[in-house]
């Protein structure tokens, strides 16, 4: 192992503090890393270990399609099934493939869940996702066009899969992808109450102090798979170990992916496809409140590396450092002298309705807030901002953003004036059959969902520009929430309130019509 991994491995629980964690790092199937450190339940005072179970979460999506793809070779074979399990759904319906690739159009159902009102800590679970999931009338996008992530796209695979076999989930992977690899205790953690050996998940940090998560969610091709440190690294070894036959498994996930109109897609399969240092990268992350993982494949270089949080601090970013040890790389670094861009403020997607707020985020940089997560954009010389993922750059006809992986460019709407208070009322959104309240409270406007999975809690809206509001949602079911969702006010030619459409990148273009004071 080099003097850099050496201290690369050495400062990662510092740099990421919490609990405990594992990582591992392979070079051509030969382990250079296997270590672990802290603790797998700080109450208990249980060490972490390379065999402690761990919750993977949404990495399991590519162990879901691995074992779609041993199953059924062509999954379209399953279509005629997919379109039986959303008997509601109006216009086109997308296939089991716009599924494997978060092509579908589905609003994610965690984040409909919100709007059903789901308390942050409800249970979650088969009649809970089934209720949102088939009660679909509407996507936010024609299957295959765009990306955007959806959690029960994978859950759908799974319970499809199900049907097909005639067995359980569980049972299926451990025949066709477990046992195969040499996984030996990998096994679908299905329900995020508890782990058979105790291993908890933290939420909170080193200033605040950590506590226990509480999560209540029930799933399986979604986020389901329960697996050791060296679960993992057996599952490296066997991606290496097959680099070099298309047949493999590792290698159909990791073929090229396209959008309807040809458009390479960066995801595929339940994986990322992305660069670092130069190279291509394949890889997924995985989150939920208490856990966060990442693993990702160099395949030039022949490289792995595992990461495991039992607590919030950034895998990725762990994993990237790792990586730019083993390769004797080096992160690129903003110009903090470059000027500010002079397209910071409030704008609108035109396609998706949802608010685009810029600000400055020093260093050379500037904040975008349209996604799920706020982005850190790169200031460069030509007066444009990126990241490698979303490029802003100002051009005749006004501000562009484009972000390929989404298959998605647009000149956005420039937005401004102020918000009347004038809001306050009941709004019913008929499509999902779950209202909104908004409410003057002292001079101050609020809002909460609710629906068939509860009364959601009030939250303070924020007003970003003429009949332009945002009501956060910093916590959910899911470990990243759906964020701010843009509330943008409808009037009649009187100036009456009529209707109010709500979005955010996870569920877009709801609208809610007034129905009561």
């Not at 199900?162 to 996984?183: H, N, P, Q, V």
């Not at 750059?393 to 992986?405: H, I, T, V």
Request: aromatic share 8%; hydrophobic share 40%.
């Amino acid at each position: 192992m080099s003097r850099r991994l050496d201290a690369a491995i050495a400062a990662l629980p510092r740099a990421y503090p919490g609990p405990g964690g594992a990582v591992a790092v392979l070079r051509q199937g030969e382990v250079l890393v296997r270590h672990a450190w802290g603790w797998a339940n700080a109450e208990r005072r249980m060490p972490f270990t390379p065999r402690t179970l761990f919750r993977m979460c949404s990495i399991t999506k590519q162990f879901t399609c691995a074992a779609l793809l041993d199953a059924v070779p062509d999954p379209s074979d399953l279509d005629d099934a997919l379109r039986a399990r959303l008997p509601l759904l109006e216009g086109p319906v997308p296939g089991v493939l716009h599924l494997c690739h978060n092509q579908s159009g589905l609003r994610d159902y965690w984040a409909v869940a919100m709007l059903h009102g789901s308390p942050v800590e409800a249970p979650f679970g088969t009649d809970e996702a089934q209720a949102v999931v088939s009660g679909t009338r509407t996507l936010h996008f024609a299957p295959g066009t765009r990306y955007s992530y959806a959690n029960q796209n994978f859950r759908l695979l799974s319970d499809l899969l199900e049907d097909r076999e005639g067995e359980a989930f569980a049972d299926i992977l451990r025949r066709r992808i477990f046992a195969r690899c040499g996984m030996e205790t990998a096994f679908v953690a299905a329900d995020t109450r508890a782990l058979p050996d105790g291993t908890e998940g933290y939420e909170g940090s080193q200033a605040s102090g950590f506590r226990a998560a509480e999560n209540r969610i029930l799933w399986t091709g979604d986020a389901g798979l329960g697996a050791s440190l060296d679960d993992m690294v057996a599952w490296e070894r066997h991606i290496d170990a097959t680099r070099d036959d298309p047949q493999a498994l590792p290698a159909r996930l990791a073929g090229p992916v396209a959008f309807a109109d040809g458009a390479p897609a960066s995801y595929g399969f339940g994986l990322s496809r992305g660069t670092e240092f130069g190279r291509a990268v394949f890889g997924h992350g995985g989150a939920l409140r208490g856990w966060r993982s990442h693993r990702l494949y160099v395949p030039a270089e022949r490289v792995s590396i595992v990461v495991m949080f039992n607590h919030l601090s950034d895998a990725h970013a762990a994993a990237v450092d790792l990586l730019a040890a083993v390769l004797d790389a080096s992160r690129s670094v903003p110009v903090a002298d470059l000027p500010v861009p002079p397209w910071l403020g409030t704008w609108r997607e035109p396609e998706t309705g949802l608010s685009v707020r810029i600000d400055a985020a020093g260093s050379g940089r500037v904040r975008l807030r349209f996604g799920h997560v706020a982005e850190r954009l790169d200031i460069r010389r030509d007066g444009s901002a990126g990241n490698g993922r979303t490029l802003l750059r100002a051009d005749a006809g006004g501000l562009r953003m484009e972000r390929p992986q989404e298959n998605q460019a647009s000149t956005l709407v420039p937005w401004s004036g102020e918000a009347r208070p004038d809001i306050a009322g009941r709004y019913r959104c008929a499509e999902l059959g779950a209202e909104l309240e908004i409410a003057d409270a002292g001079g101050q406007i609020y809002g909460a969902f609710q629906g068939i999975l509860g009364r959601g809690r009030m939250e303070l809206l924020e007003p970003i520009g003429q009949d332009l509001w945002t009501l956060p949602c910093p916590r959910a079911l899911d470990h990243t929430p759906p964020g701010d969702w843009t509330l943008a006010i409808l009037r009649t030619t009187d100036g009456r309130v009529a209707d109010v459409e709500v979005g955010c990148w996870l569920a877009r273009r709801l609208t809610y019509a007034k129905v009561g004071a």
